[in-house]
């Protein structure tokens, strides 16, 4: 039984530490793409939060998978989607919305690492994930 536990973590952490390789891997071939033919931008400011948010939901799959063993209805937690969920969706897309949508002036800083608005994509999946459960 141990065995299969152990094994199971493990493919777990290849699964998140491959699907990030992949992730940079991407977005640097998106890099490269861009500073040659200078017209993709809006594709990076895309799928960067994108990609970080299934990364968030990934890290929340041991939870859904044990809520899917569980017998009764599926709830959501819509308190902890407003409260947690809308503003890590916010942060996450923050520079689509100033590069390809309605927001045409900065309002944060522009000191704040791309870290943040990339941790941000990934609370925010991690938050979707893990706000439905089983009654």
Request: hydrophobic share 55%; net charge positive.
């Amino acid at each position: 039984m141990k065995y299969k536990k152990t094994l199971g973590y493990l493919l777990y952490a290849v699964l998140l530490f491959g699907y990030l390789f992949l992730v940079n891997y991407l977005y640097l071939a998106l890099v490269r793409y861009n500073s040659t033919y200078f017209n993709i931008t809006w594709l990076i400011v895309l799928v960067v939060p994108v990609s970080y948010i299934i990364f968030g939901c990934l890290l929340g799959l041991e939870h859904i998978v044990r809520q899917t063993r569980k017998d009764g209805a599926w709830s959501v937690a819509i308190v902890r989607l407003i409260f947690l969920g809308l503003p890590s969706l916010y942060f996450s897309f923050y520079w689509s919305l100033y590069f390809i949508g309605p927001l045409r002036k900065p309002v944060l800083p522009a000191w704040l690492p791309q870290q943040f608005f990339s941790m941000a994509a990934v609370v925010f999946g991690y938050a979707m994930i893990t706000s439905f459960r089983k009654k």
